[in-house]
């Protein structure tokens, strides 16, 4: 009935601020019944003036998340689940299985001599390996070996497929895939390899050793939208941001921060997703800033605490937390000693293919938020 009728107003100029009368919900009724509406009722609600994210800052403790991760191994097999996966739910994704924004996000577990069937889909995905030994990931043939703090790409389109070493041990890792996005664009296909496991066709490792030398590019055909390098390891990664810190004062916002880049142009490692990780040096704490996109970190190294729209989240190692869209959040390393490292999956390749990047910084009180009770 027309009682219940939205009408989002504005006492605001170059807002709408129509008030409603009998004529006019007539006229919203005879709208409805045609499957259309009157743009001025609900403009000010879909149109906000800034990004207002229906998802809220959260923290996953890897504490209390392992012991739940490592129970699934009990209870199903990676050939009946498919992918044997935990997924972090966000309070504000509804039925979308969004960790924040468009991004899902979700913490895998294999045992050793497990394979998991081969598969391709329309989605990107990384994974960022949390523990474990002899865990390999194939892309299109292509055999990588996986340690703690690796980052390997799984880009959208290429078969792909997990497993553990028989000689290896468990191995938890977090997965990072656009799904809530891809699906929002309806645009997402999945479909499992005709053999279920697919043949390594190079050399184990090949891509690291082809493509990981900063600064020099083999001379090679690749004509795909992402990365030839599939697996970005721990020690060069930290090894660089180590020699960095010697000679950059940083960033207010971020402290040391590198971006994963696909070696050839320098972007992203695949269209929609990237990653970066931080570090942040003894004692260090940075400005508050905020912009659109969204960003799940994962502690690498150490252990702090960000704060997130005015709330207080204290990380340590292998935790997760997820900062929405256009929320003001800085970090600190809790530690005086030791640096601490922070690694992200983002979606600012997105927002900056589609021009809608977006970055401020927090003006008040020196740069820092007021701590929410
Ligand atoms: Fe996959
Ligand atoms: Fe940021």
Not at 45 to 54: A, G, Q, T
Request: charged content about 20%; aromatic content about 10%; overall charge negative.
């Amino acid at each position: 009935m027309t009682a219940a009728r939205e009408n989002h107003r504005e006492a605001v100029a170059g807002r709408s601020d129509v008030e409603d009368t009998a004529e006019l919900l007539a006229y919203y009724d005879d709208l409805e019944r045609l499957k259309a509406g009157a743009l001025w009722t609900i403009a000010n609600k879909i149109e906000p003036w800034e990004p207002v994210s229906r998802y809220s800052p959260v923290l996953w403790p890897y504490k209390e998340m392992r012991g739940h991760v490592l129970r699934a191994i009990d209870l199903v097999t990676p050939e009946k689940a498919g992918r044997r996966v935990i997924y972090l739910n966000n309070p504000g994704a509804g039925d979308r299985a969004a960790c924040v924004g468009g991004i899902y996000s979700g913490l895998q577990v294999m045992k050793a001599g497990e394979t998991a069937s081969a598969h391709a889909h329309s989605t990107s995905a990384m994974r960022f390996i949390m523990e474990g030994k002899g865990a390999y990931t194939i892309v299109d043939g292509h055999k990588m070996t996986l340690g703690a703090n690796d980052l390997v790409l799984t880009p959208n389109g290429t078969w792909h497929e997990h497993g553990i070493d028989p000689n290896g041990t468990t191995c938890i890792w977090q997965d990072c895939l656009d799904i809530p996005l891809v699906n929002s664009l309806e645009a997402n296909f999945y479909a499992v390899h005709p053999d279920l496991h697919q043949k390594v066709g190079y050399p184990v490792d090949d891509t690291k050793y082809t493509f990981g030398a900063p600064g020099l590019q083999p001379q090679v055909a690749w004509d795909k939208r992402y990365s030839p390098l599939y697996k970005y390891e721990w020690g060069p990664t930290y090894e660089a941001l180590v020699k960095y810190s010697k000679v950059t004062a940083g960033s207010p916002y971020d402290g040391i921060l590198m971006n994963y880049v696909n070696p050839l142009n320098n972007g992203p490692v695949m269209l929609t997703l990237g990653a970066s990780m931080q570090l942040l040096r003894p004692g260090e704490k940075t400005k508050a800033h905020r912009h659109t996109g969204n960003v799940i970190y994962q502690v690498a190294k150490g252990s702090g605490t960000s704060i997130i729209n005015g709330k207080r989240f204290d990380w340590q190692e292998k935790d997760i937390f997820c900062v929405p869209a256009w929320m003001f959040h800085e970090h600190a390393n809790g530690s005086a000693s030791d640096d601490a490292c922070l690694f992200a999956f983002n979606d600012f390749p997105v927002m900056n293919a589609l021009g809608l990047y977006r970055e401020e910084a927090y003006g008040d009180n020196g740069g820092h938020q007021k701590i929410e009770a």
